[in-house]
């Protein structure tokens, strides 16, 4: 028992220690991004409450495998099999740098409304969360059609802050009725069902009801050719002044 808990505290001193991110630009056009996280090599602070976020992610990972959205079976042609499977929380999960990279971006931003789907098991909401809370101002909207995976996320990100709203469901069904006809979204975070076909209709819904010069991010562009594909065509777009790919997550400024 010991050398588990000793193994576990030096993973997460490792997890909480400073970190720089190299940042890929594709476009590079005048842009509040640009002005902003030049790179290549961006120095990273370490987000507010890092080490609760990574306790409680870690905690959410030994609770094992749980089963994926059941709406993923009847998806044709995905890239991996889908039919009954499980995942962890380690295997879906932002990484804690990209994380911190997170909250900086909504700590120097100040987004009224931060979008994010699918919250899976919460970590990447709780390093919005953190932003925000830096920020003392904002709400997250997340959305996550996977009870069983909704419930865990609803807990850690309560341990976080209370500035967010959690959505038992698809994005697409619900993003008007809790955004409302007065709000548009600042920035968005696409973490969904990794295919262009998805891809590009949420990303239209979002462009739909971003403000100007608003932010999105897609997080896992390089888990198939299919979204490298998606990717690059988002990053190219001529609605898009400023895009760059930071780990396995891309980011774009869209124009006013």
Not at 94 to 109: C, E, I, N, P, S
Not at 153 to 176: H, Y
Not at 233 to 256: M, P, Q, Y
Request: net charge neutral.
């Amino acid at each position: 028992m010991r050398h588990i808990k000793n193994k576990y505290t030096k993973q997460l001193q490792k997890a909480i220690s400073p970190q720089s991110l190299e940042i890929n630009w594709i476009k590079k056009e005048d842009s509040w991004l640009l002005d902003n996280f030049k790179g290549p090599i961006v120095p990273i602070p370490k987000a507010l409450m890092r080490e609760k976020i990574e306790e409680l992610a870690h905690l959410a990972n030994q609770l094992g495998p749980k089963p994926l959205w059941e709406g993923y079976e009847n998806l044709q042609n995905y890239p991996r099999d889908v039919k009954e499977a499980t995942r962890t929380a380690n295997q879906v999960r932002t990484q804690a740098k990209v994380g911190d990279f997170y909250a900086h971006l909504v700590q120097k931003r100040k987004p009224s409304v931060v979008v994010e789907f699918g919250t899976a098991f919460g970590v990447s909401g709780m390093y919005w969360l953190s932003g925000l809370e830096g920020n003392n101002f904002g709400e997250l909207l997340s959305f996550d059609p996977n009870e069983v995976w909704a419930e865990i996320a609803r807990k850690n990100l309560s341990g976080i802050s209370n500035r967010f709203q959690l959505v038992n469901g698809t994005f697409e069904d619900n993003i008007d009725a809790y955004l409302g006809s007065d709000r548009q979204i600042d920035m968005a975070f696409i973490d969904a069902i990794h295919t262009s076909e998805f891809v590009f209709s949420q990303f239209e819904i979002v462009v739909a009801r971003l403000a100007p010069n608003g932010i999105v991010l897609l997080d896992d562009i390089y888990f198939s050719e299919d979204m490298k594909y998606a990717w690059k065509t988002i990053a190219l777009s001529d609605r898009v002044k400023a895009s760059a790919a930071i780990e396995r997550v891309g980011i774009v400024e869209l124009k006013g």
